[in-house]
């Protein structure tokens, strides 16, 4: 009886991984999203920089390292955005350095 109890719960595991959604939807890697990517990165990190200037005793230290973590995956996902955007090249590269201006 347990075997069979257990191989309804991984038939019905398996048949609910097939159906599932992915983990994940597809995002856009074009140009304009890599900018919004960079403008996302820049808030973070203005938004850690308050955090440290600010930084006192009652400051949770907890809050801060979240605010690092959340810079880092900021930059990974732009990093990702790039790495993935076929048509990237010199003239959004040289679009992008004028942006950051």
Not at 56 to 75: C, F, H, W, Y
């Amino acid at each position: 009886m347990k075997v069979l109890a257990l191989l309804a719960v991984l038939l019905s595991f398996f048949i609910n991984m097939i159906h599932a959604a992915p983990l994940h939807t597809p995002l856009r890697h074009d140009t304009p999203a890599i900018i919004k990517d960079f403008e996302q990165v820049g808030a973070r990190v203005a938004e850690l920089d308050k955090a440290i200037k600010s930084f006192g005793p009652k400051t949770d230290v907890g809050t801060i390292r979240n605010l690092t973590s959340n810079v880092e995956m900021a930059i990974v996902h732009t990093h990702n955005d790039v790495d993935w955007n076929k048509s990237f090249n010199e003239k959004d590269s040289k679009a992008m350095a004028s942006s950051a201006d």
